[in-house]
């Protein structure tokens, strides 16, 4: 008889440990509290207008081909990936601009614009990101780190690879001009790491990228989501909507199913939790059956930053703007700004902003004659004293008047559609703790082992996916984290 198992959640995570337990044979249901799938990557239409809750720059495809390839399926049958060239365009404060991609002789004649001495700085800097991340992501992304042992073994690795240093730091010591510092320094935030505190390991997103490239889903992330939903309905999986859970049942120390909001129960062979894992354990779990993940512990854990989302549709096209597909628009400030964020959990008046123009690529994402955004900005989680119920609109207004004064003309009076989520939605909806973006900071004492792990140190037949537990946020860790549920599962039998 095949082992039932209970996925909740349908985050990328999520989707990805159902299908690939369903090519191993098992039955899978998944639960999930709102009215579509996704997660963080739920899709919002309104007016002909479709905006990609996120995630938006598609890393590593080859990890999706990997999910339909376990089921017998082409992904290219299913969704359509597109390069994108430049990966990003970063502008610094006063609005000039910095195209990054793959190519090598073409970032270093970027670099010439701004730096010549840099170049022979960032060849280094590349080559040793190399080394970064054969030992990060290669070796060790889909590892479980299930005792200490398996950390101590890669402690030496780590130490030879200055993991102690920072994300800056480690920058810093190839580059030494303030803004490309900061240029080849941010891919921390795209997982929700302050790139002053967090571990030089994440330096290997950028040599990531450049191994597989940044890419576009044609008709946005969500076209990813629909087309995992196609395969696990095909494969014979069911999804649950409008189901919330409000309780992992436990028997004997054993996850044994979930009760959901409306009193009904559902039992399983084991429960994969795609949920905020804080969230999971301090609200679906009752602290008695907790020893290692007690409130207490919980509360002390570190947190990412949350997001201020804003996504906008225009009644008219910027095609003759300076804007690329994927834009970072950075504020005068950098260190500072992230300090008031990380540390001080203070909302700044100044912010940068991540941009996303997709029907530059996709026109189909809008109306015709239109143009759809979202903009993004890093602000505290909700451990800060910001109200949201006040501060939302006048934060809004402040970010479109910015970019109708400096990127986009005569923007407020063409918007013709808007949404926004900020700190609230993530608690609220998201069910995300204190309200951060990306669940347990990436900082070095919060990695690998340090994080939590994909199976459950308090409760077995219990197991973790997506950006809390190991290895990380961001859509290469999550589906990393998809690989190592299932191998554990399979081993476990």
Not at 403 to 419: K, S
Request: proline share 5%.
């Amino acid at each position: 008889m095949k082992k039932k198992i209970i996925v909740i959640g349908s985050g990328f995570g999520g989707l990805a440990t159902a299908s690939r337990l369903l090519s191993q044979g098992y039955e899978v249901e998944i639960f999930e509290k709102r009215d579509k799938p996704g997660g963080r990557a739920y899709v919002y239409e309104m007016d002909g207008f479709k905006f990609d809750g996120g995630p938006t720059v598609i890393t590593a495809p080859f990890l999706f081909d990997e999910i339909f390839e376990a089921a017998g399926k082409k992904r290219e049958d299913y969704f359509e990936l597109v390069p994108c060239d430049p990966f990003y365009r970063i502008f610094n404060a006063e609005g000039e601009k910095f195209d990054y991609n793959g190519d090598h002789n073409f970032v270093l004649n970027e670099i010439e614009q701004w730096n010549p001495a840099d170049k022979e700085g960032y060849s280094k800097f590349i080559k040793t990101t190399e080394a970064i991340f054969n030992k990060g992501f290669v070796e060790l992304a889909d590892q479980p780190f299930l005792s200490l042992w398996d950390m101590i073994k890669v402690v030496p690795d780590l130490l030879r690879l200055q993991s102690h240093k920072t994300v800056y730091k480690y920058i810093a010591q190839f580059i030494e001009n303030d803004f490309l510092r900061k240029v080849f320094s941010f891919h921390p935030l795209l997982v929700g790491g302050n790139p002053f505190d967090t571990t030089s390991i994440y330096a290997m997103i950028h040599y990531l990228e450049r191994e597989w490239g940044v890419h576009y889903a044609m008709g946005g992330t969500g076209s990813i989501v629909n087309a995992l939903v196609q395969l696990i309905e095909e494969q014979g999986g069911k999804i649950h909507y409008n189901a919330e859970v409000d309780e992992i049942t436990i028997s004997s120390g054993k996850a044994d199913g979930i009760r959901l909001n409306d009193g009904s129960e559902h039992s399983a062979d084991q429960i994969v939790s795609n949920a905020d894992v804080a969230f999971t354990y301090r609200n679906m779990i009752p602290e008695s059956e907790r020893t290692t993940w007690t409130n207490r512990k919980i509360e002390r854990t570190k947190y990412s930053m949350s997001l201020f989302v804003l996504y906008f549709g225009t009644k008219k096209r910027y095609l003759d703007s300076e804007l690329e597909h994927h834009n970072i628009i950075l504020g005068e400030r950098y260190e500072e700004l992230l300090s008031d964020i990380f540390h001080d959990k203070k909302l700044a008046d100044d912010f940068s902003l991540y941009l996303h123009m997709p029907t530059k690529t996709d026109p189909s994402l809008a109306p015709e004659g239109c143009e759809g955004f979202y903009v993004l900005s890093p602000v505290p989680h909700l451990d800060g004293e910001t109200d949201w119920n006040e501060k939302a609109k006048p934060y809004r207004d402040a970010i479109i008047s910015f970019l109708e004064e400096n990127y986009l003309p005569d923007l407020e009076e063409n918007i013709v559609v808007e949404h926004h989520i900020d700190p609230l939605h993530f608690k609220n909806t998201l069910n995300s703790y204190k309200g951060s973006a990306f669940s347990v900071e990436p900082i070095l004492t919060q990695s690998a082992w340090f994080r939590p792990h994909n199976k459950s140190e308090d409760i077995d037949d219990l197991f973790f996916v997506g950006a809390g537990t190991h290895p990380g946020a961001g859509l290469p860790g999550v589906l990393s984290s998809a690989k190592i549920a299932e191998d554990l599962i399979c081993k476990q039998d």
